[in-house]
């Protein structure tokens, strides 16, 4: 691996449920790697998914992301590899929820994560965060580590609500904790191209979001909700599925910005 002075850190953030932030979180990596590009994903979720969609038991993970948290162990010491070439992880643990409470009695407790990630793996050229659908303190964690976010959105009724939220947020961060945070997109998600609400949505989100808004859309793809239950990443359990497609398409849209 080739020594990095500084990857850039993109946290995959929406503190509603299930809208794809893990999903994109593993695929997105993945992607990347298979670009070349030496990805280290950390799972920051207590519920592990990027875990154990990337094969890796989030139980038998004695050292994780906790232990980082905490400065018991540095990065090099908690990072594994996955079973693709250039995608690496840091996994999460199911105790991270009641850790969360610990951590707020800990001094700093908005800069734990940045610290962590001040020392990246030499050789690591992008971090992803995979965040919990919270805004509580492991999700602001990622937000005062990271350099931009990514935001997938499902198109449904609701989206636009969600979205000035975040924006409202990404604008607090950006005052008080990180004024280096980013927009790196907003990523329409599961898209159904057969029904009008998903377009409506799109078009909706764009007239409110025209800068940040990716062309890169996500389409349902029901390959993209099994390849977890396999311990891979899409690219690897059906390369040539649309899932597989769009997440190529968004790791290029995303380097090209
Ligand atoms: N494009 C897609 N097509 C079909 N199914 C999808 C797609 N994206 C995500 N899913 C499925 O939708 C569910 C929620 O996705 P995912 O876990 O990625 O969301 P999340 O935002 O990480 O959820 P949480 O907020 O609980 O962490 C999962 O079962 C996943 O497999
Ligand atoms: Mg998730």
């Known amino acids: 691996m080739l020594a990095t002075t500084e990857a850039p850190i993109m946290a995959v953030v929406n503190q509603k449920g299930g809208v794809g932030k893990t999903t994109t979180a593993i695929n997105l990596a993945a992607a990347m790697a298979e670009a070349g590009h030496h990805t280290l994903l950390v799972d920051l979720d207590p519920q592990a998914n990027s875990s154990s969609g ?68 030499p050789g690591v050229e992008l971090v992803l965060i995979d965040c919990p659908p919270s805004l509580g303190l492991l999700t602001l964690n990622a937000l005062v580590a990271a350099t931009s976010m990514l935001i997938p959105t499902q198109s449904e009724y609701f989206a636009l609500e969600g979205l000035r939220h975040l924006m409202y947020t990404h604008q607090l961060i950006r005052s008080r904790l990180n004024p280096r945070l980013a927009i790196a997109g907003i990523l329409m998600t599961q898209f159904d191209a057969r029904t009008t609400l998903a377009w409506d949505v799109l078009d909706a989100v764009r007239r409110s979001h025209p800068h940040h808004l990716l062309e890169t859309l996500i389409p349902r793809n029901v390959r993209l909700s099994e390849a977890p239950s396999h311990g891979k990443s899409v690219l690897e359990f059906d390369p040539t599925c649309r899932g597989a497609a769009a997440y190529r398409a968004l790791a290029k849209e995303l380097l090209e910005r």
Do not use: K
């Open 54 to 121: 990337l094969g890796i038991d989030p139980a038998r993970a004695r050292r994780n992301v906790y232990h980082l948290l905490t400065g018991e162990v540095t990065t090099d010491q908690v990072i594994q590899a996955t079973s693709r070439p250039g995608l690496f992880l840091i996994p999460s643990h199911i105790d991270l929820a009641g850790a969360e409470i610990e951590l707020a009695a800990l001094p700093d407790r908005e800069h734990l994560l940045r610290h962590a990630l001040a020392s990246t793996p």
